[in-house]
């Protein structure tokens, strides 16, 4: 069964086409460790939490937006080894991270259950 690496992050609303076009250039650097799918959503329709919330999460500060963004491995096997290497592998050098990288938050999870 596949497994999804995903991630919550703060970017400045200035900086979206660099976060796009970090997006862009990392693509083939995850899928050179297997990842079948990465998908990069930027929030549109946040609200405010009170007690919790994305906002919350990510301690979002005014000028800034959530971003959902996820990667699909063919296994969860893939994705470690990706996460293992990747700071000793040359190709993620001098990679752009146009946010705080401080609040950003990430996790691996398992499907349980996925419509289509």
């Known amino acids: 069964m ?14 979206k086409e660099a976060y796009i ?38 301690k979002l500060e005014p000028d800034e937006v959530v971003v959902f963004s996820w990667l699909r491995w063919p296994d969860r096997a893939s ?3 990706c996460f293992a ?7 993620f050098d001098g990679m ?3 946010f705080d990288g401080k609040r950003m938050m990430w996790g691996g999870f398992a499907p349980i259950f996925e419509g289509r």
């Open 21 to 58: 076009e970090s997006a862009r250039k990392s693509w083939p650097l995850f899928q050179k460790y297997g990842a079948v799918e990465h998908v990069e959503a930027w929030g549109e329709d946040i609200p405010p939490g009170k007690v919790t919330g994305f906002d919350l999460a990510v």
């Open 79 to 81: 994705a470690d080894k």
């Open 96 to 98: 752009e991270m146009p």
């Open 2 to 15: 596949s497994y999804i690496t995903g991630f919550l992050l703060p970017v400045p609303a200035a900086k």
């Open 85 to 91: 290497e990747m700071e000793s592998d040359p190709d």
